[in-house]
């Protein structure tokens, strides 16, 4: 199946700063999912992203298909910002299932 | 818009009792719903795949009888962990897809099962 590699693992910041988390997916999607995970355990979804550019207030996410990898892009870090950050695939194969990758532990200090 | 719920959100059993984990699609009716788990720490992982009206698939590894499913309609599914036993203690979270976005799945809040 497909194999998503998410990096860097963790990453601290400096309220404020800005920084790229990266998704890599090891073949052909049709289904590219970023997902916020908060402190309680609730996944929420950020982007809905198989293709193209997409912003949303602060957030931002760029998919590159043909190279198989997808960006997402924080700016200007609030300490809410704090948690995990998913990235999941769906291969054309897999009709509607996701896989995760292995997610990137963000923590913003004030 | 595309809310979903599960009930309990936590819950303490005995080793070798049942427990059974709702699934609800608030807002919209749901094709298709999955179950997922996830260790502290660690990445969600797929169990199985529910379709209304339809036995679940159920992914490699993971035992059918032990995880029970049902798909009694489009706005509920249920999960149900037969025989307990502590290395089922884990947090488990459903999604749905609506036959309106048919790709982007939501989740539930989660259920954490701890298993004494």
């Known amino acids: 199946g497909i194999q998503v590699e998410q990096s860097p693992p963790d990453l601290i910041l400096q309220e404020g700063a800005n920084s790229t988390l990266r998704c890599n997916f090891s073949d052909s999607v049709n289904n590219l999912q970023w997902f916020h995970q908060n402190p309680w355990g609730q996944l929420i979804n950020l982007f809905y992203?198989?293709?193209g550019t997409k912003q949303n207030g602060r957030l931002s996410a760029t998919t590159v298909a043909t190279e198989r990898y997808s960006l997402l892009y924080i700016s200007s870090s609030q300490t809410t910002d704090s948690g995990v950050y998913f990235c999941?695939?769906?291969?054309?194969?897999?009709?509607?299932?996701?896989?995760f990758g292995g997610g990137t532990r963000v923590l913003v200090k004030p | 818009g595309a809310v979903v719920s599960q009930h309990p959100s936590r819950v303490i059993c005995k080793s070798g009792t049942s427990v059974k984990i709702e699934c609800r699609s608030l807002d919209f009716q749901a094709t298709t719903m999955f179950w997922y788990r996830q260790f502290p720490k660690q990445s969600l992982m797929l169990m199985a795949t529910?379709?209304?009206?339809?036995?679940?698939?159920?992914e490699q590894g993971v035992e059918k009888d032990k995880f029970l499913i049902n798909h009694a309609s489009l706005t509920l599914s249920t999960l149900t962990v037969t025989s307990a036993h502590p290395e089922d203690s884990s947090f488990y979270i459903c999604?749905?897809?609506?036959?309106?976005?048919?790709?982007?799945?939501?989740f539930g809040p989660g259920t954490r099962l701890t298993v004494t």
């Open positions: 999941a695939s769906g291969g054309r194969a897999a009709g509607n299932k996701l896989t």
């Open positions: 992203i198989p293709s």
């Open positions: 529910s379709n209304e009206g339809s036995k679940a698939t159920y």
């Open positions: 999604s749905a897809l609506s036959y309106h976005r048919p790709y982007e799945q939501y």
